[in-house]
C-alpha cells in the first residue's frame, strides 16, 4: 500500500497465494492519482514479492470494458488466457465479461514475465 504522508491511501493490492500460483484479487489507485505510474509500481511491488514467495504465476481478472486497466496489466506483461462470460453484473446495462490474465514470473531478481 502506498499512502501520503498525512495518511490518505494512495493505492493498495490485495493478493492471495496458493503454493507457486498468485491472484490479484484488488488493485486500486486513488481516482486523482490515476495515470501517473503507480499502478505500475504496484504491480511490480507484486510481481517482486511473488518472487520472493516462490510464486511462480500471478492472475488477475478484470473487466473487458475496463480499457485504462487493461492498458495497465497488458504493458506489465500479463496476457490473456481465459473469459467468464457476463461475470460483472451492472446496475444499469447488461453484464460485463471478465478476462482472466495471467504473468509467468520468469527473473528471480526483478519479478519479470
Known amino acids: 500500500m502506498f499512502t501520503r ?9 490485495i493478493c492471495r497465494s496458493t503454493g507457486e500460483e498468485g491472484e490479484i484479487l484488488s488493485l486500486a ?3 486523482g492519482l490515476r ?3 503507480l499502478g505500475a509500481l504496484l504491480l511490480d511491488a507484486t510481481k517482486a514479492q ?3 514467495l516462490d510464486i ?3 492472475f488477475l481478472e478484470v473487466a473487458e ?5 487493461r492498458r495497465l496489466y497488458e504493458n506489465s506483461d500479463f496476457s490473456t488466457v481465459g473469459r467468464r462470460p457476463h461475470y460483472y ?4 446495462g447488461p453484464a460485463v465479461d471478465a478476462l482472466t ?8 531478481a526483478t519479478g519479470d514475465c
Open 101 to 108: 490474465l495471467r504473468c509467468k514470473l520468469t527473473s528471480a
Open 35 to 37: 495515470r501517473n505510474g
Open 65 to 69: 470494458d475496463n480499457i485504462a486497466a
Open 50 to 52: 511473488a518472487v520472493k
Open 5 to 13: 504522508p498525512h495518511g490518505k491511501t494512495m493505492g493498495f493490492v
Open 89 to 92: 453484473r451492472r446496475r444499469y
Open 29 to 31: 489507485v486513488a481516482p
Open 56 to 58: 511462480g504465476t500471478l
